[in-house]
């Protein structure tokens, strides 16, 4: 069994700050990428950061400058810092994980969401 837990939600003024954290544990051999995808209302979900085991990274160009993803392989937990937010911003965020377990050379895992809501 895997897990994949989100953290650090909440409300935030518009041009504040906020840091998610996502931590995935369970029977992992090996993470290939950890990101980040957002839903926002009557939207699809969507790309924000991804991050892969060697640290390349891909940002969506509505959030480059202004989020920064970065990963501990030790913890095998990744970090959204956001700064700068916007009200379209708001969304559901959600952690996922491709990864290597005992027994799947390749599966993905997705956390149950936290919730970002950037008004003033």
């Known amino acids: 069994q895997v897990q994949v837990v989100e953290s650090g939600g909440g409300l935030v003024q518009p041009g504040g700050s906020l840091t998610l954290s996502c931590a995935a544990s369970?029977?992992?051999?090996?993470?290939?990428?950890m990101g980040w995808y957002r839903q926002g209302p009557g939207k699809e979900r969507e790309l924000v950061a991804v991050?892969?085991?060697?640290?390349?990274?891909n940002v969506a160009s509505s959030v480059m400058g202004r989020f920064t993803i970065s990963r501990d392989n030790n913890k095998n937990t990744v970090y959204l810092q956001m700064n700068s937010l916007k009200p379209e911003d708001t969304a559901v965020y959600y952690c996922?994980?491709?990864?290597?377990?005992?027994?799947?050379?390749?599966?993905?895992?997705w956390g149950q969401g936290t919730q970002v809501t950037v008004s003033s």
């Open positions: 991050i892969s085991s060697g640290g390349d990274i």
């Open positions: 996922n994980a491709v990864l290597r377990t005992m027994t799947q050379s390749r599966a993905t895992y």
């Open positions: 369970g029977s992992i051999f090996s993470i290939y990428f």
